[in-house]
Nanobody
């Protein structure tokens, strides 16, 4: 059984920064492609960024230049560093793991960008 637990969300002013963490249990982390998604109120869940076990990364256009993704395989944790946050970044952020043909989701963490 794989469990993903996100943390680090909260309220931040426009232009501020947050770092989200996603801790994974189970043995798949080292080979999993880890990703962050987000879902704003009334909108579909959308992709933000992913990182492979080798460190290859990809970002949605909305995240390029502002967000970075990293992983610590020893801690089975993936991070999303978000800088220059905008009100439109407000959403629930979800961690996703993909490995061995299976997909796992975390419960999400709320990020609110507001003055």
């Amino acid at each position: 059984q794989v469990q993903l637990v996100e943390s680090g969300g909260g309220l931040v002013q426009p232009g501020g920064s947050l770092r989200l963490s996603c801790a994974a249990s189970g043995s798949i982390f080292r080979k999993a492609v880890m990703a962050w998604y987000r879902q704003a109120p009334g909108k579909q869940r959308e992709y933000v960024a992913w990182i492979t076990s080798f460190g290859t990364q990809n970002f949605a256009d909305s995240a390029k230049g502002r967000f970075t993704i990293s992983r610590d395989n020893a801690k089975s944790t993936v991070y999303l560093q978000m800088n220059s946050l905008k009100p439109e970044d407000t959403a629930v952020y979800y961690c996703r793991a993909a490995a061995d043909g299976s997909i796992y989701w975390g419960q999400g963490t709320q990020v609110t960008v507001s003055s």
